[in-house]
């Protein structure tokens, strides 16, 4: 396991999440079935919900933040 790996809770499906770059601290929750990849984080949610709806990622596809105490909050689709 790396050293900076996060795991988090969405905060919208309690699906747990694994963080491995904060970066900007915007995620969606979101991987690809078919890669495992995370989905981008800055996706609108027209196309997040195409990719649930699709049934193509695992995870619900809405918006969060992580916050810098490492707290995770809903946000909107920025």
């Known amino acids: 396991m790396a050293d900076n790996l996060l795991i988090i809770e969405c905060p919208h499906c309690k699906q747990s999440i694994e963080v491995l ?3 900007c601290r ?4 979101g991987v ?3 890669t495992n ?3 981008d984080p ?3 949610e027209a196309e997040c ?5 699709n049934d193509l ?3 619900c596809g809405k918006p969060f933040q992580i ?3 490492n707290s995770v909050i809903i946000c909107g689709y920025i």
């Open 32 to 34: 690809f079935k078919n």
């Open 42 to 44: 800055h996706l609108n």
């Open 21 to 23: 770059a904060l970066n």
């Open 37 to 39: 990849q995370q989905i």
């Open 49 to 53: 919900k195409n990719l649930k709806n």
């Open 57 to 59: 990622i695992y995870g």
């Open 67 to 69: 916050t810098d105490n």
């Open 26 to 29: 915007i995620f969606r929750c």
